[in-house]
């Protein structure tokens, strides 16, 4: 009897390996669909954020646009201390291959495929960009250009792009206009232009803009007096209203004076704004 007991368990044990082994095959079968291989050499560091080199996390670029961006930030990143000669290189690589430029971009034609245009696009997260319509939604957009002349020329059937401008009056009273990057303001003003100070990958460069968007990269510089919020005039508000192209872009506006080198006084300029 006790044999006969001693038989029954070693079988029914050997049934019990046999059945965990089939269950393991079978769940090692189904692992390796849903998750492939993928060899170590295959693998960089860049591919956390996204599968191309140099594109930011979460946009959609292409493997040419990402290899441009990253030649852009690695100048930017070995520019020297000194003001001057950090601004003349980046003027240099500004001339030759262009600058990141932002700005708002409606996607009319969207693909899965790889893209063929320089453009960077990301999701916008402003609830008023998100419309159900597909024609109301906006997304952010970037590109590598020598200036924004080409933007505001800038012709494709997929892509609608909307510069940033800014709307100011003059000494003469006149409206004039100014294009500047998204979400990117002007510290300071002189004849030629409007100034920013611009930051990327913790590295700070200066750049001025002239009204028919001609871009230059100048050393930074601190204003007289910085910006002060005032009160919009009417002139200026009818034609930033005038311009906007999309009626959920912007979520309001909002007038500064800027420091007039040239002038010696204060001019005041109106801007959008919206979450990003």
């Known amino acids: 009897?006790?044999?006969?007991?001693?038989?029954?368990?070693?079988?029914?044990?050997?049934?019990?390996?046999?059945?965990?082994?089939?269950?393991?095959?079978?769940?090692?079968?189904?692992?390796?669909?849903?998750?492939?291989?993928?060899?170590?050499?295959d693998f960089k560091p860049h591919m956390l954020g996204h599968i191309h080199e140099g594109c930011p996390s979460n946009s959609t670029?292409?493997?040419?646009?990402?290899?441009?961006?990253?030649?852009?930030?690695?100048?930017?990143?070995?520019?020297?201390?000194?003001?001057?000669?950090?601004?003349?290189?980046?003027?240099?690589?500004?001339?030759?291959?262009?600058i990141p430029l932002s700005f708002w971009i409606y996607v009319t034609q969207k693909s899965e495929a790889e893209p063929k245009h320089d453009l960077i696009i990301w999701d916008s997260h402003c609830p008023n960009h998100q419309a159900k319509e597909n024609n109301k939604q906006i997304n952010l957009g970037e590109t590598l250009?020598?200036?924004?002349?080409?933007?505001?020329?800038?012709?494709?059937?997929?892509?609608?792009?909307?510069?940033?401008?800014?709307?100011?009056?003059?000494?003469?009273?006149?409206?004039?206009?100014?294009?500047?990057?998204?979400?990117?303001?002007?510290?300071?003003?002189?004849?030629?232009?409007i100034y920013f100070t611009r930051e990327e990958e913790g590295k700070y460069y200066g750049m001025r803009v002239s009204k028919s968007g001609l871009v230059n990269i100048i050393p930074l510089?601190?204003?007289?007096?910085?910006?002060?919020?005032?009160?919009?005039?009417?002139?200026?508000?009818?034609?930033?209203?005038d311009y906007i192209q999309m009626n959920n872009l912007y979520m309001g506006r909002y007038c500064k004076a800027l420091w007039n080198r040239s002038s010696k006084k204060f001019q005041t300029f109106i801007f959008g704004w919206s979450c990003n």
């Not at 390996?17 to 993928?38: C, G, L």
């Open 145 to 193: 250009t020598k200036d924004f002349k080409s933007l505001l020329n800038y012709k494709n059937d997929q892509h609608k792009i909307m510069v940033s401008k800014t709307f100011t009056l003059n000494n003469n009273g006149k409206v004039e206009s100014y294009p500047h990057p998204r979400a990117d303001f002007p510290i300071f003003m002189d004849s030629t232009g």
């Open 221 to 241: 510089t601190n204003p007289k007096s910085f910006p002060q919020e005032v009160k919009c005039p009417d002139a200026l508000t009818k034609a930033f209203d």
């Open 61 to 98: 670029c292409s493997k040419k646009t990402g290899l441009s961006r990253k030649k852009w930030v690695d100048v930017l990143k070995a520019a020297p201390i000194d003001k001057k000669k950090a601004a003349r290189g980046l003027e240099r690589f500004r001339k030759t291959y262009g």
């Open 1 to 41: 009897m006790k044999n006969s007991t001693i038989a029954i368990i070693l079988i029914l044990f050997a049934f019990q390996v046999q059945s965990d082994e089939n269950h393991t095959d079978k769940s090692d079968s189904r692992d390796k669909r849903k998750f492939p291989v993928i060899r170590q050499e």
